[in-house]
């Protein structure tokens, strides 16, 4: 298929630009006195003191973060449950910041990292409620659940050039696992379950090509070039995603269904993360080589809306009415009021 723009080789000097943009966002940080929101539209409030990367569960009630091995902390993944936190994994196994839950809020899913075939690399399976830590397979990553089948899930095997390389469905129990695509990395599965995203190498070009392969018919659409990280929108026809084309850092939406033509949303951005009930996306604006904030705009394009002044990684809630993200001195959440 034909995309409608022109591919730039790639250039060290805009790798080491986007590089640079990337660590900025994700360790900026806020003073205390800087958390009052930009609008009146949502209350800001600190739910835990440490952590990063918050994950809300399905239904808002639970949410998984993780921890970098502190004084105070042990390294791990962590679950806040109203106001106690309990600590899900310490020690063996690591993980790879890849956690998710399934669609039922009864698990976590991650991955390991670790020598390939070894007994805690791989991907792993998290009861909320026992606690108890299932190996489903001892190399891959990047899992992502069915949304309406806690059973299933995918995730991407290692980049080895082997039987084991490319994208898996695999079941919990029975224990099964089928290789639906011969290549690929970072799959994410859409709300409607009906179709799987993920990312392949392109030789020489800056980031990722992103695909969008349809699971009744295994048909592969190619969708966009320049890519990092992205997002399904809501309706399941679109994604939502970071082009690092040229060294900048763009929001772009492009549809997943028909004959691309991708949209710009936003100059100047990182880290979409849909809303899964409307048309619109968290993301953090960035001001130069600098986090500015977390910013929602419409996906039709238009105003964008500042959030807060700092913070990274946004996460809304299923229903819309919170956003969760991480900044200086744990994390946060922003609450609806209007």
């Given at each position: 298929m034909t995309l409608h723009?022109?591919?730039?080789l790639y250039s060290p000097v805009s790798w080491a630009l986007l590089s640079f943009f990337c660590v900025a966002s994700f360790f900026s940080g806020?003073?205390?006195?800087?958390?009052t929101p930009a609008t009146k539209s949502w209350e800001r409030a600190r739910v835990v003191d440490f952590g990063q990367r918050p994950v809300p569960s399905p239904d808002g009630n639970l949410l998984a973060f993780a921890a970098e091995g502190t004084p105070n902390h042990t390294a791990g993944i962590y679950l806040l449950r109203a106001n106690t936190v309990v600590q899900l994994t310490a020690g063996s196994p690591p993980h790879s910041w890849d956690y998710v839950w399934s669609g039922d809020g009864k698990y976590l899913a991650f991955s390991a990292p670790g020598e390939v075939g070894t007994e805690n690399a791989g991907i792993w399976v998290i009861d909320i409620e026992t606690l108890e830590l299932q190996q489903l397979w001892d190399r891959g990553s990047a899992p992502t659940w069915d949304p309406d089948d806690s059973n299933v899930l995918y995730c991407a095997g290692p980049e080895d050039g082997t039987d084991n390389e490319g994208i898996f469905r695999i079941s919990r129990n029975p224990s099964m696992r089928i290789r639906i695509a011969e290549q690929g990395r970072a799959p994410k599965a859409s709300p409607d379950g009906q179709r799987v995203a993920f990312?392949?190498?392109?030789a020489n070009l800056q980031g990722w090509a992103l695909h969008a392969l349809a699971l009744d018919s295994l048909a592969d659409e190619l969708v966009a070039y320049f890519t990092s990280s992205f997002s399904w929108a809501w309706d399941s026809q679109q994604l939502i995603y970071e082009c690092v084309e040229g060294g900048a850092l763009d929001l772009y939406a492009v549809s997943?269904?028909?004959?691309?033509s991708r949209q710009l949303l936003v100059t100047g951005a990182s880290m979409p993360a849909a809303f899964l009930q409307e048309d619109r996306a968290?993301?953090?604006k960035l001001s130069g080589a600098s986090a500015a904030g977390i910013w929602i705009i419409p996906l039709t394009g238009g105003e964008t809306e500042q959030l807060t002044a700092t913070g990274t990684r946004p996460q809304p809630t299923s229903d819309g009415r919170a956003v969760y993200f991480e900044d200086e001195g744990g994390i946060y959440i922003l609450n609806r009021v209007l």
């Open positions: 723009w022109r591919m730039r806020c003073s205390e006195d800087e958390e990312q392949i190498e392109q997943a269904t028909s004959h691309p968290a993301f953090v």
